[in-house]
């Protein structure tokens, strides 16, 4: 009897955090592991993760970007998002958005020119959709 306790209370110690630590890695993979930016509907979107839970999600309204840039280096001030790699220096680069109310955000990327292009052109349509809509 007193074996089969110590041999329970061991495997209890060995075994738990072992199980909570894959867990805790698995979650945090699931929740770190891609960067996925979208444009539609006038909006901006960036996602952390490949599960959605709100809290690793932004939209931001085209109508609220002040300028879009390419910066190399890191970023001081700025909310960042990036996903590390194998190799840091392709992602050293980014596009960094100042928003209306002076907020500065840093995404992360390996094409840089893409990503600020893509955003600048859905900018553009945004601006030409919303000139269309107002009477003259």
Aim: net charge positive; charged share 25%; with cysteine.
């Amino acid at each position: 009897m007193i074996t089969t306790c110590i041999y329970n209370s061991l495997t209890y110690r060995l075994i738990f955090p072992g199980v909570l630590f894959a867990i805790l890695v698995t979650l945090g993979w699931l929740l770190s592991a891609s960067l996925t930016v979208r444009i539609y509907d006038n909006l901006l979107e960036i996602k952390m993760g490949l599960v959605s839970l709100g809290f690793n999600k932004r939209k931001i309204p085209l109508t609220e970007i002040k300028s879009v840039r390419m910066e190399e280096g890191p970023s001081e001030r700025a909310i960042r998002y990036f996903i590390a790699r194998a190799d840091p220096r392709k992602f050293r680069s980014g596009v960094t958005i100042e928003l209306i109310d002076g907020k500065t955000i840093r995404i992360g990327t390996a094409d840089p020119e893409i990503l600020m292009q893509a955003i600048k052109d859905a900018i553009a349509d945004a601006a030409k959709e919303h000139l269309q809509g107002v009477p003259s």
